[in-house]
T-cell receptor, first 116, second 113 residues
Framework: KAGVTQTPRYLIKTRGQQVTLSCSPI?????VSWYQQTPGQGLQFLFE???????NKGNFPGRFSGRQFSNSRSEMNVSTLELGDSALYLC???????????????FGNGTRLTVT | GEDVEQSLFLSVREGDSSVINCTYT??????LYWYKQEPGAGLQLLTY?????DMKQDQRLTVLLNKKDKHLSLRIADTQTGDSAIYFC?????????????FGRGTSLIVHP
């Protein structure tokens, strides 16, 4: 079974631009979560989608948005990029909602975003 | 609010035991997890413990939970160079179907031959 796939692997953007990151979950997984990882803040939860609906949201500004498609694939969008948005963005999929032990998170290898 | 804290670095000699510690603040935590992140990769779930347990063993891994002190530890027996990675403690807290998973900042484990 293929793992969680994130594209692109690396991205360089300039301030003010917008970016879209893509995540393909493991086949059969219906939940997709997004995380931002930085050396200073660690791993911060962005949001979780399940059955095309955002079910949980972290404490990020409205510039960060996402969506999930009927095939469970998800995209994350960041508009009006700032230097502080430079980070590793991780996507995780799971069978169900809610980070339950019987439905653990499976992470992709991330998209490294650099904003200059 | 929720907060999970870990020490940033741990250095051990190959063959010794490693103990990685974590403290959390949210008493409503129901599950606590340990994840491992190798360079250039995402996080991989190692093990978890339910909040009504105080110990769980899984091969070389032992998880200890002190719920009173909100302290979680991960012990790796016979540590190998392949165990060098960043280890994250995480909690699942919240009620009513709404939760925010909270991760510690990670402990970098360095294993010397």
């Amino acid at each position: 079974k293929a793992g969680v796939t994130q594209t692109p692997r690396y991205l360089i953007k300039t301030r003010g631009q917008q970016v879209t990151l893509s995540c393909s979950p493991i086949s059969g997984h219906r939940s997709v979560s997004w995380y931002q990882q930085t050396p200073g803040q660690g791993l911060q939860f962005l949001f979780e989608y399940f059955s095309e609906t955002q079910r949980n949201k972290g404490n990020f500004p409205g510039r960060f948005s996402g969506r999930q498609f009927s095939n469970s694939r998800s995209e994350m969008n960041v508009s009006t990029l700032e230097l502080g948005d430079s980070a590793l963005y991780l996507c995780a999929s799971s069978l169900g909602l809610g980070h339950q032990p019987d439905s653990p998170l499976h992470f992709g290898n991330g998209t490294r975003l650099t904003v200059t | 609010g929720e907060d999970v804290e870990q020490s940033l670095f741990l250095s051990v000699r190959e063959g010794d035991s490693s103990v990685i510690n974590c403290t959390y603040t949210d008493s409503s935590s129901t599950y606590l997890y340990w994840y491992k992140q190798e360079p250039g990769a995402g996080l991989q779930l190692l093990t978890y413990i339910f909040s009504n347990m105080d110990m769980k063993q899984d091969q070389r891994l032992t998880v200890l939970l002190n719920k009173k002190d909100k302290h979680l530890s991960l012990r790796i027996a016979d540590t190998q160079t392949g165990d060098s990675a960043i280890y994250f403690c995480a909690e699942r807290a919240g009620t009513g179907g709404s939760y925010i998973p909270t991760f510690g900042r990670g402990t970098s484990l360095i294993v010397h031959p």
